[in-house]
Structures are given as C-alpha cells and as structure tokens.
C-alpha cells in the first residue's frame, strides 16, 4: 500500500520541500484524502436492489414458472423484480451523485511553499514536510506543526463540538502548537508545517473509527425480511399440501403440481417489493423537495419509527454564528436583539432602543468593539456574510447594530492576541488624540486596568468595585454566556504598551440556537421521542442552549465523568433526561450502543468528524449538507441539505407517514391474496375445474392490486401521527387485528368469488371462470377505500382527499373491461365477454365491502372517538 496510516511528525522548521521531494513523497504516503473513498460503488448499490427476501422469492418463482414452461409468468415476475430494482437503484444513485458534487464543489485548495515559490494546490497533493500558509478563513489541510504564528485562532467545532475558537502560538503544550485537518482559522496567519495527512491524521483516525462500525440493516427491511419469510414458508407449505392432498384423492400429477404452484403465487404478495420501493422513491423525492436527501430509501421509515434523537449542538441546534446578546457598560445593563451576523437588530436600555450618539459611554464601548478587531461585514444578497474571528463578528455586528461608524483609517500599533496574555490592543487616532483599544478576557483586562468607567464618570477600580465586576461576569458566564471585556486609554505614542487601562465594561455572546430548532424539539417530544444533546461544548453553554430550547434536563454529565461509570449505571441514567457535555467521538458511539441495547431505535444528527461514528453506529444517520464534512454525509443515511434541524421534525412526519400506508397497502394486498386463496382452496376441495389461471392470478397480483396499492401508499399524513408514541421496535407490519381484518375481507371475497363461478358454470366453464375473476378484481378494488384508515370512515377523511386513489380505481375498472371485451387481451388472460347479469351479481356482491366497513368504523367512532394512528 501507498499510504502510511502511522507517519512520524515532521520536524517543526522554515525550509520548504522543492517539487521532486513533494512527489516522492506523495508516492510514499498517499494523496491527502480521508472520507472520499467510502462513496458506495455503483455495483454495490445495484446488487443490494435483489438481496431482499421477498425479491429473491420472485426470482425463484419465475425460475420454478420458467422450467415448467409457464414463459408468461416468469417474464411479468421477473419484469417486477427488474422495475423494483430499477426504481431502488435510481433513487439511491442519484443520491450517492448528489453527494459527491457537493464534495467536488467544496474541495478545498491550500497555499504552500514549493521551490522557494508560493503556489497554490489542491489539499489532496499535500505532503508531510510541505510548509503551509494559513490566514483567517483558510480550512487547514492536514495535521500540522506551528512555525512561526501571529494572533492565530483556529475554531475546532469539527473535530471537538467546541463552538469556541482556540488560540494557538508556537509555545504551548496540549496541541496548542498544532493545527488540525478541517478545521478552520477564524483570526490571524501562521506558517505552518505538515506533520501527518489523510489517515494519519486526527481527522483520519475518526473515519477510521466510522469504518469499523458495521452496516446496520434498517427496522423497515428488518420487518419486510421477516413478513417475506412468513409468507415464503407459508405458501410452500400450503402450495406443497395442495398438491399432495390432490395427488392422493386421485387428480392428475400435472395438474395438481401446477394447481400447487398457482396456491405459492396467489398467497405471494409479487407486487409488494415494487409497491413499497416505489412508495419509498416517491417519499424521499417529497423530502429533497423539502431540502432532505435521502441515501438510503429505508431510512426515512426508520426516523418515523425513532424513540431517541441524539444531537449534536453547535451548527445543528445552534446558528454556529456567535451573537453578542448582553452588555454591561458603565453599569448599566443593555441587551441586544437579533442574532448571526446580520446588522439590522437594535440594542436595548431598559426596552428602549439606543444607538451611537446618544450614550457616551456605549460610544466609547462601541468604538472598541469596531476599532480593535479584523473582522468585516459584507452582505451577499440577503444574507450577511463574515470574515475573521466570531468573536470579533459578534461584536462587530452588535455596533452595527448601534449604527457605530466605521473607522476610517487603519491602525496606527497592534499589541495582538496571545493565550497567555489572552487579550489585545489597537491603537487608533479618535479626533485629535490617540487611543488605545483593547479587549479580551475579564481577568485580564482589569489586570491591566487602574480605573473603570462609572455611572458617575472614570473612578479608580478597587478591590471592591473589582468583586462586583467579577460576580456580574460570573452570572454572565452561569447563562452559558462567553463574556468579553472591553476598555481604552489615552496613549501619547502608538508603541505605548496596554496598561493603566479605563475598563468599560462587559459583553456577553453565545452561539444561539437556530429560531425553528424550539418548535421543532417540541413537536418531536410531543411525538413520545426523546431528545438528547450530546456535545463537545462546556457544560454551562450546553445547558444554556438546552434552557434556551425548553429541552428537558436532569442531569448534565461531561466526558469525563462519563468514562468513570459503567454500562450498567450509564443506562440507568439514561431513563431521565440527560445533558453530555465535553464529549469524544467514542463517547457519542458507546451512548448510541446504549439506547440501542435498551431497544430503542436511535436517530444521530451532527455535521463534524468528530460525530462520524455515532452516525454509522444509529439506527439513522442525519448529517448536515453545507457545513457537514464529507466523512459525516457518508457515514449518514440522511442529509439535510440546508442544515435546518426544523426539517428533521418533516422528515419524522414523513416517515411516520410511509410506514403508516406501508401497512395499509399489505394488509390490502395480503387481503386482496386471501380472497383468491381462500376460493382456489375451497374449488379443489369441491373438484372442480381452475376457478383462475396462473395468468389470470399475475394479473390480479401484479397489475390491478400493485396500482391500487400504490396510491394507497400515497394517502396524507394527519396531525395525529406527530402526537402518537413511537411504535415499539419489535412491532411488526402485522398484528392480530391486522390479521382478523385479512381474514374476514378474504373469507368474503373467496366465498362471493365462488359464488359467481358455481352459479354462472351452466354458461361454461370459460364464462364463469371469467366472472370468478372479474369479480375477485372488483372486490378487490372496492374493498382499498376500508384500509384507507382503520379507525375513521371514508366521509370523515374525505372521498376525495386521495384522488389518485379514485384515479387508479376507475383505471383498474377500465383496464378490466378491456380484458373482457378486447380480443387481444382476452387471448392473453382467456377470458370471455360477460353479460348484464354477470355484471349485476358482480356489483351487488361488491356493495358490501364498502358498506360495512363504513357503518362499523362510524358505529366506533360515535360510541368512543379514540384516538387512533390513521
């Protein structure tokens, strides 16, 4: 192999590689890529189309159809396995393209010195020893050593969930000295040299981890594999008795081995594979309507059928856009209002609006907020954009708000920003003096401050005065506030160092939480879902959003602590709501294990390296589109492409949705297969002739049952669905009443069906055998408006409120006549012309199936109005 997934550090030096060494190490090492080759192969995707039980059952039925000479049946059964797997195929490659444009579009570039010469590469063909320049809003391309580093801060939220920049030099210990691949310079410049890439880096290590996890099928195909084995073993069993029961009381061996193959194809469900698939494909093109792209067309059911969501916080609960929201200047408290970087909010004093000019004392704060920082606004279209560090855009943005002007000249003297010194300084000309501006961390701004802006005007800062200070930051800090402290002094040269400071006051910022995200959570928790924020943010921010978001809290526990505790303990904390803060990849894996092994269906959202592998791990994966990393998308079954965790709640909607019509239209088709096997059934035992022809069968199951069906699929969700419970993950498809209500409708419908064929037999066994079938296909047609809902009558949810129900139903009439009265057709299915009086049993017989229904439902509804799942 090429790569080397354990290189050695490269020593930290100025020298550059020339453009030999940069090849040759390439050879050695591998191009810098992490993520991309997990992008599942085409053949891959094909073959996964014919692995279900149910399709591998058709193909042995058109196999077992095709050596016993029945070219017919085997070409429509293996015509339906082919539209399936086209169909399945389709969506799920157009999903898997989808993504690797995205990647293409957002492939990064990097500036490195090769020959002595600045040039600019792609981020694949960097190497081990290359020196890198970086400069605010640069993405780092590989793991790398600090050489030489001005004001520079790199905002990790990717790789640790810390929504926080860090600050890094060349002096520090703990990684201060490193930066990472994908992550993100938000201030300063730095030279940089390349220690580790592609899987040998940090970000590598994790996608590492996302591969080891296995592929997890999902709940949908779980039931659909298990509802396939029932049906497979029972029409074996039942096609074999047939045909031995037949064989001993005397009938021909041909006739009764074809009699039991007809009994295997009228109990198979042939269209249920393409009715599902297809219901699916028509799902997850609603979803990317709705900015929702669905890789995997099981896995929208799988979201509806969730009990717990896991979610990370910064950039899927939050903005990831810090916003100042409280100040507190010269004693008084303001607050600010609006949030991300767009300009047109207001500040506020005691509710009242206040802006540049009418408070010195916000001036002189508001002159520091905009003078000392290297932050820019620009508006692209409607939205703001930022450039620089977010602490500085925050402020930045609150004095605009403020109507602050903007300086005109550039400063005169920087001190910059260092992790020891942890705050900075600008000197600019205001009027006719010098000033200098600073800002940085509370304790040390009032360690470089003699005196404070007052109520009544400069005092000197006493110890005193210097406690009250401390304890407002303090409550700033409790509100999961990042407080900033801002201050300025008169200087007479523009090298006077930052002391004997005026401190002015305090301003506190957080990420916020996205606007949609609250109604979101609520909706979700009425739902029955938990909700779990599982972070790798302090735990007073974590909490803060949590308060923010009226997300349920017990118990907040960090990383840490987690690690000290056992599975056993770790899942009984786990019955109340609980808070992870300061957590690692692995952390986010073992709690998804958890809930899993509690029986829970797990969903996972997150958008960074870090949440790779609890994607994979979940029962669903939900990545975020335009900040998400590629190794997050591909560890995901779900990508919302506008990062807008509100989509989630219509993609639970959605999937509760489909699995909701899934069950409606199997417990039609089974019904609709019931009928017909209840008649063939009770024909042999009576002696008499085929009541339906194996093509007549195919032709009931695949055409007019799989259209009908399908627009069962497509009925509309109602409010309800998003105020039941999750379904227990071990219920099935089926259940007991599910199972009365096939039985009672194929009873009937087998018994009318035998009714016509007895009754019509003096006019030949071809007449009759005709109108046994026509019926069975009207029975079956009518009795789709009962499984529109298995609590509420047709008139209460609208006869019209499905009109492509009414589309297929008169189609499938339609088609039907044509079958009876075109030769063409008629040859196919040997079907002969019917006369009124066929007709009017036919209709007669099918009253029932719409009445009935209707008088019980209404009967139900009168007597107690339950609150059902539709």
């Known amino acids: 192999m090429r790569s080397e997934p354990h290189q050695k550090p490269a020593p930290t030096r100025s020298e550059n590689l020339t453009s030999a060494e940069a090849r040759a190490r390439l050879e050695t090492y591998g191009p810098n890529i992490v993520g991309e080759t997990r992008i599942t192969p085409i053949w891959k995707i094909l073959l996964r189309q014919f692995t279900g039980f149910l399709v591998l059952l058709l193909i042995g039925a058109s196999l077992v159809a095709l050596l016993l000479g029945e070219t017919v049946d085997a070409v429509a059964i293996g015509l339906v396995v082919l539209l399936n797997g086209g169909l399945g195929f389709m969506q799920e490659w157009k999903a898997e393209t989808s993504l ?3 990647r293409d579009m957002l492939r990064p570039r990097a500036k490195v010195i090769r020959d002595d010469v600045p040039v600019l590469i792609d981020s694949r063909d960097i190497v081990p020893g290359d020196l890198v320049l970086l400069e605010a809003g640069d993405q780092v391309p590989a793991d790398a ?20 920049p860090v600050s890094k030099d060349t002096d520090g210990v703990d990684q201060r000295d490193q930066v ?3 992550t993100n310079v938000t201030a300063g410049r730095a030279e940089v040299v390349v220690s580790a890439t592609g899987p040998a880096t940090a970000f590598g290590k994790i996608a590492t981890l996302t591969g080891s996890v296995e592929e997890r099928g999902t709940n949908l195909s779980r039931q659909l594999g298990r509802l396939g084995g029932q049906l497979g073993f029972a029409a074996l069993l039942l096609g074999l008795a047939i045909a031995l029961t037949g064989v001993a009381v005397g009938r021909d061996l041909m006739e009764m081995v074809m009699t039991g193959i007809s009994m295997a194809v009228a109990i198979i469900p042939e269209g249920l594979p393409a009715v599902v698939t297809i219901s699916l494909a028509l799902g997850a093109g609603a979803m990317a309507r709705r900015k929702a792209l669905v890789r995997r067309l099981q896995a929208i059911e799988t979201l509806g059928a969730a009990s717990v969501i896991c979610t990370d916080k910064t950039g899927t609960l939050t903005e ?6 409280a100040l507190w200047i010269a004693g008084k408290s303001y607050k600010a209002v609006g949030t991300g970087y767009d300009p047109a909010g207001r500040i506020l004093l005691e509710d009242d609006p206040v802006r540049y000019g009418s408070n010195p004392d916000l001036d002189d704060a508001l002159d520091v907020m905009v003078g000392c920082s290297h932050a820019s606004l620009r508006r ?23 109507w602050s002007p903007v300086p005109e000249d550039a400063p005169l003297a920087e001190i910059p920003f260092s992790s020891e010194r942890k705050r900075m300084g600008m000197v600019r000309r205001k009027g006719d003096d010098l000033v200098l501006l600073a800002k940085g961390a509370p304790e040390q701004i009032m360690d470089a401050s003699t005196t404070w802006r007052s109520p009544d005007g400069q005092v000197p800062l006493d110890a005193a005065t210097r406690q009250d200070i401390e304890q407002i930051y303090a409550d700033m800090a409790d509100r999961g506030l990042r407080v900033i402290a801002l201050a300025q002094h008169k200087v007479s040269a523009a090298d006077a160092p930052d002391e004997d400071l005026e401190f002015l006051g305090l301003v506190g910022m957080i990420d916020p939480p996205r606007p949609e995200v609250r109604d979101a959570i609520r909706t979700c928790i009425q739902a029955g879902m938990s909700i779990m924020m599982i972070t790798g943010d302090g735990p007073l921010t974590a909490r803060a959003i949590a308060e923010d978001l009226s997300l349920p809290v017990e118990k907040l526990m960090t990383g840490a602590e987690l690690e000290k505790i056992d599975d056993d303990a770790l899942g009984a904390l786990l019955s109340a709501p609980v808070l992870f803060a300061r957590t690692a990849p692995e952390h986010k894996m073992r709690l998804v294990r958890i809930l899993q092994a509690q029986g829970h269906i797990v969903a996972m959202t997150g958008d960074g390296v870090n949440d790779a592998p609890a994607l994979k791990q979940a029962d669903i994966g939900v990545a975020m589109g335009i900040r998400g990393t590629d190794v997050a998308k591909g560890a995901s079954d779900l990508v919302l492409l506008d990062d807008n965790f509100a989509t989630l709640k219509g993609a639970i909607r959605e999937g509760r949705r489909q699995f909701a019509n899934i069950q409606r239209f199997v417990r039609y088709l089974l019904s609709s297969n019931a009928g017909e096997v209840v008649a063939i059934l009770i024909n042999l035992m009576l002696g008499g002739p085929l009541i339906y022809l194996p093509t007549q069968i195919l032709w009931m199951n695949l055409v007019t049952d799989g259209v009908t069906a399908l627009t069962l699929g497509l009925e509309p ?3 309800e669905q998003m105020t039941a419970p999750p379904r227990r993950p071990d219920a099935g498809i ?6 009365a209500m096939i039985l009672a409708f194929g009873t009937y419908t087998g018994f009318a069906s035998l009714y016509l064929f007895y009754t019509f037999q003096p006019a ?10 026509t019926g069975m296909i009207l029975f079956e047609k009518t009795s789709v408006f009962a499984f529109r809902s298995f609590s509420l009558p047709c008139w209460r949810l609208g006869w019209g409120s499905n009109p492509k129900l009414l589309v297929a139903f008169a189609a499938m009439i339609s088609l039907q006549l044509l079958v009876v009265y075109w030769t063409p057709l008629q040859q196919l299915l040997h079907a002969a012309p019917l006369g009124w009086k066929h007709w009017a049993a036919i209709i007669l017989l099918s009253l029932p199936l719409i009445i009935v229904p209707e008088i019980i439902k209404t009967m139900r509804l009168k007597r107690d109005r339950p609150t059902h799942s539709h």
Request: glycine share 14%.
């Open 734 to 739: 089926l259940d007991r009443w599910a199972l």
């Open 180 to 182: 990472m691949m994908g």
């Open 717 to 719: 969700g109602t409010p």
């Open 764 to 773: 030949g066994v071809d007449v009759a055998r005709t109108a046994a079938f």
């Open 145 to 164: 050593g600090i050489a030489s580093a001005i004001g520079l801060r790199v905002d990790e939220s990717v790789l640790t969930g810390e929504s926080v």
């Open 100 to 102: 690797a444009a995205l």
């Open 320 to 325: 990831n856009k810090m916003t100042a929201s």
């Open 380 to 402: 692209d279209g409607a939205n703001w954009q930022m450039v620089g560090d977010p602490t500085e855009g925050a402020l930045l943005t609150l004095a605009y708000k403020g």
